[in-house]
């Protein structure tokens, strides 16, 4: 019997690997177990440091002292609460969890798909890929079975919309065309991480847009290319069976007459930010500040806005099509949107102790600045150094499917060791994204693959998982050519990130020989 190929020995290595993995939250449990083992050895041992933000002497402290001991148990509900992703991913999802329930989302796609030419399939189903990240992980389960329905329907192989659509939802993690929740909640894990050094600073929803977008731009057309130059020929021409008939999924009259009404909701929604910031006595716009620290209120409101928008939408929607006759209809479909995110409030609370015990710990911070340190003394360039970053997630990646879980492990790390290299927390986070954007969606252990999977069976029942990944591996290479080309571009350029958003951070420390560096005050707020 011959044996199966290195590349496949290798992918069932790592599959193998990976289901011997703990659950997320049990990760954290088993970091949180290690980080206290390493503060007694690193107090014992009279490890310090000295912060340069601030002149202190940072010197390790045993998470088993009676002040930390005390600490853990009187304040665990406000460790919780105050984790700040917590508070501004549940508020977006209790609104976008009703219109998700009301079926607006699935409606606008397949309205989209429907009319759009068949030419145009694969650029247009990568485009909402992207986009559908504004609703949380509704594009998986939404866009990815409608793009097979859309691609039969037009006579091309319906493996490869799918195929599409799955690559361009995890793209959506770096490549997102607007700010979206997923903004909210990795943002949100940088934010504690910036005040293991400084304390003052404050999370910008929008400190990746013009990342992302740019990032957006590349990844459709050639998304684009990958799926007609290579993902279609290979599989060939779609031959259906006999008895099947694809249905291309018309629009009620009620969905479509809800389509207009939520437009209208978030026109008006859009009317009312605008009317708040621009207005002479306008309360998102700070007119006590100059330049773009006037814009901070706005950002900051985005959170509340896209809560307000996609309730309001799927509220318009809803009654159209019969599914919200009353208030109470409101408040169910809230609750069970709520319900939904119970999985991620479970990890989010060991996520937020693992934070905060590494920071009461001063671990974080003695690492980080040894580690910036060390790097600055071996005058790798900046960009190299974020470069690194990208490939470090990518390879994590076929371990932790879960992003979130990924960043809050690396972020008490990464963001400040890149701030005492002059780089702003937000390009440390956008490089991380954009790792994250490249091999989940070829990995087995990326939680969806199994949905995924089960989607494309019904098309191909003989399908398996390496067929699927086979489908899926050229769009994760080439995404892994733009993840490295713009993050490379933005190192070279150090543009900032997003508006409000420098590419530089300005450390009392000494950056990177030769790397200029721009003043950065945060924002008061």
């Known amino acids: 019997m011959s044996k199966r190929p290195l590349a496949l020995r290798f992918l069932d290595g790592v599959e193998r690997l990976g289901d011997r993995l703990p659950d997320p939250v049990f990760i954290f449990v088993w970091l949180i177990g290690a980080l206290i083992v390493a503060s007694v050895i690193c107090a014992g041992l009279?490890?310090?440091?000295?912060?340069?933000?601030?002149?202190?002497?940072?010197?390790?402290?045993?998470?088993?002292?009676?002040?930390?001991l005390?600490?853990?148990?009187?304040?665990?509900p406000r460790t919780l609460t105050s984790f700040p992703p917590l508070g501004m991913v549940l508020l977006v999802m209790l609104g976008a969890g009703v219109a998700?329930?009301?079926?607006?989302?699935s409606a606008a796609i397949r309205g989209l798909v429907r009319h759009t030419p068949k030419r145009l399939l694969a650029p247009v189903i990568i485009l909402l890929g992207l986009l559908s990240n504004?609703?949380?992980?509704?594009?998986?389960?939404v866009l990815i079975p409608l793009a097979g329905v859309a691609f039969a329907a037009a006579g091309r192989h319906p493996l490869a919309g799918m195929a599409a659509a799955f690559s361009a939802c995890v793209g959506a993690f770096a490549g997102n065309p607007t700010p979206s929740q997923f903004d909210a909640l990795i943002?949100?894990?940088?934010?504690?991480?910036?005040?293991?050094?400084?304390?003052?600073?404050?999370?910008?929803?929008?400190?990746?847009?013009?990342?992302?977008?740019?990032?957006?731009?590349?990844i459709v057309p050639i998304g684009w290319w990958v799926t007609e130059a290579i993902?279609?020929?290979?599989?060939?021409?779609?031959?259906?069976?006999?008895?099947?008939?694809?249905?291309?999924?018309?629009?009620?009259?009620?969905?479509?007459?809800?389509?207009?009404?939520?437009?209208?909701?978030?026109?008006?929604?859009v009317g009312l930010w605008t009317l708040m910031t621009v207005l002479p006595t306008g309360p998102l716009l700070d007119r006590t500040v100059a330049g773009m620290g006037?814009?901070?209120?706005f950002f900051r409101s985005l959170v509340a806005g896209f809560f307000v928008l996609f309730l309001l939408a799927g509220i318009a929607f809803g009654a159209s099509v019969g599914l919200i006759r009353s208030h109470r209809d409101v408040v169910r479909l809230a609750g069970e949107s709520m319900?939904?995110?119970?999985?991620?409030?479970?990890?989010?609370?060991?996520?937020?102790?693992?934070?905060?015990?590494?920071?009461?710990?001063n671990l974080g911070a003695i690492v980080a600045i040894n580690g910036a340190e060390a790097l600055k003394a071996t005058g790798v360039p900046l960009v190299f150094m974020l470069l690194g970053v990208v490939v470090l997630t990518a390879f994590l990646d076929l371990f932790i499917g879960s992003a979130s879980a990924k960043w809050a492990a690396l972020a008490p790390v990464l963001v400040p060791m890149f701030m005492l290299l002059g780089v702003s927390p937000e390009m440390t986070t956008a490089a991380y994204r954009m790792g994250d954007s490249t091999v989940n969606m070829a990995s087995p252990l990326m939680p969806y693959f199994p949905l995924v999977l089960a989607f494309a069976q019904r098309w191909v029942p003989t399908l398996g998982v390496g067929g699927l990944m086979s489908s899926v591996l050229p769009y994760s290479m080439a995404f892994m050519v733009v993840a490295l080309g713009v993050t490379g571009l933005w190192g070279v350029m150090q543009w900032p990130t997003g508006p409000a958003a420098p590419f530089h951070y300005s450390a009392p420390s000494a950056p990177a020989p030769g790397t200029p560096i721009v003043p950065y005050k945060p924002p008061a707020h």
């Not at 002497?57 to 930390?68: D, G, I, P, W, Y």
């Not at 020929?233 to 259906?240: A, D, N, S, V």
Request: charged share 15%.
């Open 46 to 68: 009279g490890l310090s440091v000295v912060n340069p933000g601030t002149g202190e002497t940072m010197v390790a402290q045993s998470l088993l002292n009676t002040e930390n």
């Open 70 to 76: 005390r600490r853990l148990w009187v304040e665990m």
């Open 187 to 218: 943002l949100g894990f940088t934010e504690p991480a910036v005040h293991i050094l400084d304390a003052g600073w404050k999370v910008n929803l929008v400190g990746n847009w013009w990342f992302t977008a740019a990032a957006a731009a590349f």
């Open 100 to 105: 998700e329930r009301v079926g607006l989302l």
């Open 134 to 141: 504004q609703a949380a992980d509704s594009g998986f389960v």
């Open 294 to 297: 006037q814009w901070t209120p």
């Open 231 to 269: 993902v279609e020929p290979r599989l060939g021409p779609w031959i259906p069976p006999q008895d099947h008939r694809p249905s291309d999924m018309p629009l009620a009259p009620e969905e479509r007459k809800g389509l207009i009404l939520a437009g209208l909701a978030v026109v008006g929604v």
């Open 339 to 361: 319900i939904a995110m119970a999985p991620y409030i479970v990890l989010a609370f060991a996520a937020a102790h693992f934070i905060a015990m590494f920071t009461w710990s």
